[in-house]
T-cell receptor
């Protein structure tokens, strides 16, 4: 079985402070992990992905995430929040074992306070 | 690269009519495309997996006769909502999987459907 847990449905940070969006997963096999961002009334944009290469993954807009197998986590971080980072963030697990199984987290809404 | 487009971006239709939504991969070939539905303030729900040249695979609870999917080429999949009802109003998002990059899905901008 495969599942994704985004621990916070809503995160609020001040502009210029660090961002931490948490994601834990469970999967019977080695998964590929992704973070996507969705701005209001828009589609999803790929931020970054982990596909069994380097465990620290750097993405666009200054975001990065670290795959920690021992903790089954893939938390998303950014050193300094910008107003334009306000959006919904989805952690996604994809297992490609013949039939590709995609599991979405419920999403975390990031609010950035000026 | 890896751009996916959807058309239309927004559509309003009367109850009982059919609406077609197109999903195109603009700069890559996609043997597999996915159709999702997103309810307000909710995550994405996978409706079906569309494979080029074969029948779509529908998720449990999704009516295949109501949501017709056609994947006629390596760059185009269409979703037709037949005999639309107000409860079909939603945000529909497609994604495409790059043949060269199997794990990654690239998402379209979404189509907002409102059925009156």
């Amino acid at each position: 079985a495969q599942s994704v847990t985004q621990l916070d449905s809503h995160v609020s940070v001040s502009e210029g402070t660090p961002v931490l969006l948490r994601c834990n997963y469970s999967s019977s096999y080695s998964p590929s992990l992704f973070w996507y961002v969705q701005h209001p009334n828009k589609g999803l944009q790929l931020l970054l992905k982990y596909t069994s290469a380097a465990t620290l993954v750097k993405g666009i807009n200054g975001f990065e995430a670290e795959f920690k197998k021992s903790e089954t986590s893939f938390h998303l971080t950014k050193p300094s929040a910008h107003m334009s980072d306000a959006a919904e963030y989805f952690c996604v697990v994809i297992y490609s074992g013949g039939y590709q199984k995609v599991t979405f987290g419920i999403g975390t809404k990031l609010q950035v306070i000026p | 690269g890896a751009v996916v487009s959807q058309h239309p971006s927004r559509v309003i239709c009367k109850s009982g009519t059919s609406v077609k939504i197109e999903c195109r991969s603009l700069d890559f070939q996609a043997t597999t495309m996915f159709w999702y539905r997103q309810f307000p303030k909710k995550s994405l729900m996978l409706m079906a997996t569309s494979n080029e040249g074969s029948k779509a695979t529908y998720e449990q609870g999704v009516e295949k006769d109501k949501f017709l999917i056609n994947h006629a080429s390596l760059t185009l999949s269409t979703l037709t909502v037949t005999s639309a009802h107000p409860e079909d109003s939603s945000f529909y998002i497609c994604s495409a999987r790059d043949m060269e990059e199997q794990e990654t899905q690239y998402f379209g901008p979404g189509t907002r459907l409102l059925v009156l």
